[in-house]
């Protein structure tokens, strides 16, 4: 496998430093992500999202759903049953799990629902005004407006 150097990226940027984190974290991944339980990503529209996971046997009472350091953390803990049971064959997986995403900056959470053995929880990307584009006005110096047009014209 190749590996990569990004100590030229920290000592030629600044404040990229989540950036090379990310992609060390995910070039450093060999396979050991769990796969329990499934989940889909899905672009909803231009600037939102939603993941939805199957959650088949958990109630609402056994999930969270929690945003923290840019980081949307989805657990389950399945309360135990006291009844005595008696499988001839299990399926369907209630273990503990716990599902974290990572979440680009001004990515929030708006909304999380429990249905038909889904969980979706729905992502809004949020550009601040500030960040946003914006025309700037260009102003001549030592000209009036007048000026200019009688110029353009000859």
Do not use: C, W
């Not at 950036?19 to 050991?32: C, F, K, Q």
């Not at 389950?76 to 499988?87: H, L, V």
């Not at 102003?139 to 014209?153: C, I, Q, W, Y």
Request: hydrophobic share 40%.
């Amino acid at each position: 496998m190749r590996t990569f150097d990004f100590a030229p990226l920290h000592r030629a940027t600044i404040g990229f430093d989540q950036i090379a984190d990310l992609m060390d974290r995910a070039l450093n991944a060999d396979g050991s992500q769990p796969s329990y339980p499934p989940y889909n990503i899905e672009k909803t529209a231009a600037d939102a999202y939603r993941i939805s996971i199957a959650v088949a046997g958990f109630s609402e009472d056994d999930l969270t759903v929690e945003v923290k350091e840019n980081a949307l953390v989805v657990a389950a803990k399945k309360i135990e049953d006291d009844t005595e049971r008696s499988f001839l064959h299990r399926g369907i997986a209630t273990r503990a799990f716990e599902r974290r995403f990572t979440l680009a900056d001004h990515v929030r959470v708006t909304g999380a629902s429990h249905q038909d053995g889904m969980l979706h929880i729905d992502l809004q990307r949020e550009v601040p005004e500030a960040l946003k584009p914006r025309r700037i006005a260009i102003n001549t110096v030592g000209a009036t407006p007048r000026e200019l047009d009688a110029k353009s014209v000859n």
